[in-house]
């Protein structure tokens, strides 16, 4: 099975800047598109980024400017740069990949464990 696995998340004071990773294994004949998803108390989830195996981004409107969201495909890994982090950024961070699994060859759905990211005013 793959597993997602992110690592990177903790508690920062506003302003300030944290790294997330999120790193694929298992049975991977490739991936598509990779995103960064978070989920606060009481909300929705909600995607933060997004990059496709192109390297076409989306980001969502309230973290343009402030994240950058790139991938290592040798690594198969995902990154998400986080800089000038408001207290509305709290939540917990989760990585999804579509994947590309054999036996059969399918396209599929994954999700990391999540990691917390709190930030202080």
């Known amino acids: 099975q793959v597993q997602l696995v992110e690592s990177g998340g903790g508690l920062v004071q506003a302003g300030g800047s944290l790294r997330l990773s999120c790193a694929a294994s298992g049975s991977i004949f490739s991936i598509n598109t990779m995103g960064w998803y978070r989920q606060a108390p009481g909300k929705q989830r909600e995607l933060v980024a997004s990059?496709?195996?192109?390297?076409?981004?989306n980001y969502r409107d309230s973290v343009k400017g402030r994240f950058t969201i790139s991938r290592d495909n040798a690594k198969n890994t995902v990154y998400l740069q986080m800089n000038s982090l408001k207290p509305e950024d709290t939540a917990v961070y989760l990585c999804?990949?579509?994947?590309?699994?054999?036996?059969?060859?399918?396209?599929?759905?994954?999700w990391g464990q999540g990691t917390q990211v709190t930030v202080s005013s």
């Open positions: 990059i496709t195996n192109g390297g076409s981004t």
């Open positions: 999804n990949a579509a994947v590309v699994v054999l036996a059969p060859l399918r396209e599929a759905q994954y």
